[in-house]
Every structure is written in C-alpha cells, then in structure tokens.
C-alpha cells in the first residue's frame, strides 16, 4: 500500500482523477469500479474536465441503494448520471449499477457477479471511506470473503448519508445492494480517497490498524497494489506521515503527480 498525503482535498481528488486518466489512456478499455459519496464529487467534476476518450470502458458502480429507482435523484444510478456518465463520452449501456429494484435481488446480485466476470474483473476501483470504515456498504462484521449481496445500514451511516436526503437519517433507505470485500479485492488495482478530519480516526485505523471484519476496508492491507490518496485533515491521525511522504517525492512511479 502506497499512501499519498496532498496539501488539500482539491489536490487530493485532483491526483485520484490524475490516476485514473492514467489508467483510461494506458488501456481505453479499461473496466473502471466507482464509487459515490460526497468526496468522489470533485474527482468526477475534474475527471470530466480531462475529456478523455471513455467510449470502450465499462463500469461497475459499488453499490445502490434498496427501493429506490434509478430515475430518483438520491438514487447512485442518478448519481453518476449527473455527475460523470453524462458528462463524458462513456456508452450509457456499459455502465453498470446494481438494480435495487430488481424483483429478485438474490438473483439480481449473482447477474452483477457474473457481469464482472464476464468484463473480465475490475482494472481499477475506486473507493472511499465511511466513517465506520465501510467501504461500497460493507458496514462492520462484513465478511472479508463476502461477494456482492443485500446488507443492512447502520443507523451511523444512515445518519451520514442523510444530507443527500434533505437531511433526514429516516428518509435514507435502511438496505443496500453492495459489492462485497472479497469483490472488491479482486479488481486489479485499488484507489482508495478520503478527506476531511471526520475521516482521521477510521482511516488511520483501517491503514496502520489490525485487519478486521469490524472496519471493512482495512481489508485493503490485503492487496498488493493498492493506493491511498488523503489530505492534511484525513491523513491527521497517522504515525508514519514522514515515510509516506518521502515515499511520495522520491519514488519514481510518482514523478509524474508530484
Ligand atoms: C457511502 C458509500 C460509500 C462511500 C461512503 C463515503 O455510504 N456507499 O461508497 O465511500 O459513503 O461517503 P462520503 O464521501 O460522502 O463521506
């Protein structure tokens, strides 16, 4: 695990949009895993500023949530609607967001496995952090085996994700469709951002912490290439600040982001 620590959260999405651009020009058919979330705002503002060329990606959103169709705005089909797909030149069609709405959700999350399979596995997945260290909706106890599945929200996370629903935690649908912990650790590459002081504490844990179902993406140690962008108020909490940032500034794979 590599951890970049950047003056601000500009700076921090601005390198989160600089690697995946990276990624989409070495391979234009890059199969992308994406996030939502309030900091994965400003990297999909900047990533749709570079006009790359996303005409032969695939993507495979993390989550959605239970009972909400993806016409309505607090759906995270509306989401990336809104805030990237429209805006680049990604075919609509190969943008993929688990159907909360599905009939049958059993059914619905063996379809997005396989729909994973059948691209070939995930290039590069995005992710954030929620305060209780969930990564897509894995909340504490999730299994670091799980694969994609129905999960119920911590009344904490609820509360967190209120400010998309008019503020009211009640309005924010209490299940989920969620890419497990073992989904997510098979992509092949892993770019996790988190900023903002209400992050410290959880990401220091899930980082420089014991790997633990309790904080999900503490999982992440697991992987062998894996990255994690921060700012100053994120990267508050951590003990080795001045390793990272040497390994930021000296290590050649980075030259081209310092
Ligand atoms: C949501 C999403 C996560 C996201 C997290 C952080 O619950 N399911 O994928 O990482 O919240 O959100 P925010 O960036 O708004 O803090």
Redesign the pocket.
């Known amino acids: 695990m590599e951890i970049v620590i950047k003056s601000n959260a500009d700076a921090a999405a601005t390198l989160t949009a600089q690697l995946i651009a990276a990624r989409v020009r070495a391979k234009p058919d890059l199969v992308l895993g994406l996030?939502?979330?309030?900091?994965?705002e400003a990297v999909y503002t900047k990533l749709a500023a570079l006009e790359l060329d996303f005409s032969r990606c695939r993507s495979f959103n993390?989550?959605e949530y239970i009972g909400v169709p993806p016409t309505d705005k607090h759906s995270y089909r509306c989401y990336m609607d809104e805030r990237l797909f429209d805006k680049i030149n990604i075919v609509k069609t190969n943008t993929h967001v688990p159907d909360g709405m599905a009939p049958d959700l059993g059914a619905e999350v063996a379809r997005y496995e396989l729909l994973i399979k059948e691209a070939g596995g995930i290039d590069l997945q995005l992710?954030?952090?929620?305060e209780d260290g969930?990564?897509?909706?894995n909340e504490p106890l999730s299994a670091l085996m799980s694969r994609t599945r129905e999960k119920a929200l911590t009344p904490a996370?609820r509360r967190?994700?209120a400010g998309m629903f008019g503020g009211d935690p009640d309005r924010v649908p209490k299940r989920a469709l969620t890419m497990g912990v073992g989904t997510i650790l098979e992509a092949r590459e892993i770019v996790l951002l988190a900023t903002g002081p209400d992050k410290a504490a959880i990401l220091a844990k899930a980082v420089e912490g014991s790997i633990s179902a309790m904080i999900s993406a503490s999982a992440i140690q697991l992987h062998p290439r894996c990255k994690v962008v921060l700012d100053q108020d994120a990267a508050g909490a951590l003990t080795q600040r001045d390793y990272y940032d040497w390994v930021f500034q000296n290590e050649p794979e980075w030259q081209a982001y310092r």
């Open positions: 996030a939502t979330g309030r900091t994965m993390l989550d992710l954030g952090i929620g969930h990564i897509g909706f996370t967190q994700n």
